[in-house]
């Protein structure tokens, strides 16, 4: 069942190893254009994601929940944390890993590739979405480890993680997540992907993560329906 998040898992890692392997043989002018050039791609993805669904009212509803759940819960703080205890376990000062792993974990897991794949293979075993995701992770990591650090490689835990819990809760509420649901859930990540876009070219400072919940809201909104139906 876990086959697909597991290569992804691989990919990463392996990518971000190759990156590392370039890290000082691109300069800082470079790696700052590529980033910059894939953070314009990644709005372009977000955008199309968007698009899928015409369910506003919902979308908007889950953004405003999920972003009050998430402040109280303080998701984005917390994986900050996370990145800075990994970091001081390093001895080299000049070391900074928070950053790569708190960006490559968000870029990695919301993403409609990561929810719509992984739910695909825990419904139907399907896992093609997330071979193709992974080769996606794995070029994108060579490319954020070579400016970021080894932060990016740590970061495929978070997707083992995540990937992984959406997969197994997928195949025990089948009932519930029909297509719409699926729609809905991807319309909304990808949302949150346009934000992390916006932090990467330094336009805006949004805590995606704090409205990671906002993702899940259109499982309960179903859920009520099937009781009241």
Request: aromatic share 6%; with cysteine; glycine share 12%.
């Amino acid at each position: 069942m876990l086959i697909g998040t597991i290569v992804n898992f691989i990919a990463i890692v392996g990518g971000s190893l190759v990156g590392l392997l370039f890290k000082g043989g691109i300069s800082e002018k470079v790696s700052n254009t590529i980033i910059q050039g894939v953070s314009l791609c990644i709005i372009y993805i977000g955008i199309l994601g968007v698009v899928k669904s015409s369910n506003v009212v919902l979308i908007i509803t889950s953004m405003v929940i999920g972003g009050f759940i998430g402040e109280i819960i303080d998701i984005d703080n917390g994986i900050e944390r996370l990145g800075n205890k990994i970091e001081d376990k390093f001895k080299n000062k000049n070391v900074k890993i928070s950053e790569g792993f708190v960006t490559a974990s968000l870029l990695f897991c919301v993403g409609s590739m990561a929810i719509v794949g992984s739910l695909e293979s825990g419904l139907e075993g399907n896992n093609k979405i997330l071979f193709a995701k992974s080769m996606l992770d794995g070029i994108t990591s060579i490319i954020f480890s070579s400016s970021l650090g080894i932060g990016v490689m740590i970061s495929s835990i978070s997707v083992l993680i995540y990937q992984g819990i959406i997969t197994i809760a997928a195949f025990g509420l089948k009932t519930i997540l029909i297509q719409s649901v699926i729609t809905d859930m991807t319309a909304v990540g990808s949302l949150l992907i346009i934000g992390l876009g916006f932090n990467l070219l330094g336009i805006v400072k949004i805590k995606v993560a704090n409205l990671l919940p906002a993702i899940f809201i259109p499982i309960f909104y179903q859920a009520i329906l099937n009781l009241v139906q």
